[in-house]
């Protein structure tokens, strides 16, 4: 364990544990410190690393204006009493991957990282950034037997954004003025709803036409693999990071933010027992309230489709893991 503030005792400041110090986890640490949100504990099993990652993010503690604590550790026990966990441990994609193609690696990782950090904050909210994103939520969910509100996955909000700035670059506009809303699992069957996004209000389907349309879901849909593709040897992790802060946020302020998220649907949209993403309200709680938009028939066989899809790999899963939940 590496800290510069033992004096600081433990439980008086909202605390947040980030399992897995690679690119997202550690860029996520310095964006929750230096907002001024909570102290954070960085974990992953490679000793040394996180610790010279919290070292290293303490010495910026006065050129940034916070006192946030940062822990850098590989034992769970300094976990403890943590308000949110979040987990972005696992393997990043390489050029050529899919998400799903990292179910045998990632699955493992993030049962085993759950259920040892559930176990020492057993009322902390879980999110999951790790993919294939809803599977691992889902698969996290079951192995540390939380309730389904008080576990999320990260991947609507990142979605949201890169089609928010897509819309941005294409109208010439700033990007805060664009409001967006993506649904289904996070890959090639996500669900952009482009009725639902909106420039300063006016519905972005007034300001261009279908053929500009399609081609900006299309980018976002492939938003992820691009960066894969160009930088060769590994993935995004600034928006990734970005979009986790701002649910942690919503979280430990309790701001019930509405956001898309993967949650677990228990008849919402006609779909059951599955992870997938759709507009929800955050708070301290986890998963306030979930909203069930308005669709299209097309728009609904896609959120089926995306499903389907996602409890096929739950289910791939629980094959190579059958003792997942034990």
Same mark, same amino acid.
């Not at 050529?96 to 259920?115: C, F, Q, Y």
């Not at 176990?119 to 879980?126: F, G, I, Q, T, Y």
């Given at each position: ?14 605390? /947040? !544990?980030?399992? &897995? ?12 410190? !230096? ?29 940034? &204006? ?9 034992? #769970?026990?300094?976990?403890?009493? !943590?308000? /949110? ?39 902390? /909210?879980?999110?999951? %950034? ?21 576990? /999320? ?7 949201? !954004? ?19 809303? %993506? ?54 992790? #600034? ?38 993403? %759709?507009?929800?309200?955050?708070? &301290? ?6 909203? =069930? ?5 097309? =728009?609904? =066989? ?25």
């Amino acid at each position: 364990m590496q800290t510069l503030n033992p004096a600081c005792p433990a439980g008086t400041q909202n605390r /947040v !544990s980030i399992i &897995g110090a690679g690119k997202v986890g550690s860029t996520l640490a310095h964006g929750i410190i !230096s907002r001024n949100l909570a102290d954070v504990v960085l974990l992953d099993i490679q000793d040394g690393l996180p610790q010279g990652i919290a070292l290293d993010l303490m010495e910026a503690r006065g050129l940034e &204006g916070h006192d946030r604590q940062i822990i850098g550790t590989s034992d #769970y026990a300094d976990t403890a009493n !943590s308000d /949110v966990v979040v987990i972005t441990a696992g393997r990043a994609r390489l050029p050529g991957m899919s998400r799903d193609d990292l179910i045998e690696t990632n699955a493992k990782i993030v049962i085993e990282a759950a259920k040892k950090a559930i176990a020492h904050s057993p009322n902390a /909210v879980l999110i999951v %950034v790790t993919n294939p994103l809803d599977v691992m939520t889902h698969l996290a969910w079951e192995a540390t037997g939380l309730p389904a509100r008080r576990v /999320v996955g990260m991947a609507g909000v990142l979605d949201a !954004s890169r089609l928010q700035v897509f819309i941005a670059a294409e109208l010439g506009v700033s990007a805060r003025d664009v409001q967006t809303m %993506v649904l289904g699992n996070h890959g090639n069957m996500m669900v952009p709803l482009p009725r639902y996004c909106t420039v300063g209000g006016i519905p972005i389907t007034k300001l261009m036409d279908d053929e500009k349309i399609d081609r900006l879901v299309q980018r976002t849909r492939q938003g992820g693999t691009e960066i894969v593709e160009l930088m060769k040897t590994g993935g995004a992790y #600034y928006a990734p990071a970005a979009s986790t802060c701002l649910m942690v946020e919503s979280i430990l302020l309790n701001q019930f933010r509405l956001v898309s998220a993967a949650v677990y649907l228990q008849g919402e949209y006609g779909i059951k027992d599955v992870f997938l993403g %759709v507009c929800c309200r955050l708070s &301290g709680q986890g998963v306030e309230q979930i909203f =069930e938009l308005d669709l299209t028939e097309k =728009e609904h =066989e896609a959120l089926q489709a995306a499903a389907d899809l996602v409890r096929q790999n739950v289910d791939r899963a629980k094959l190579i893991f059958p003792n997942a939940a034990l």
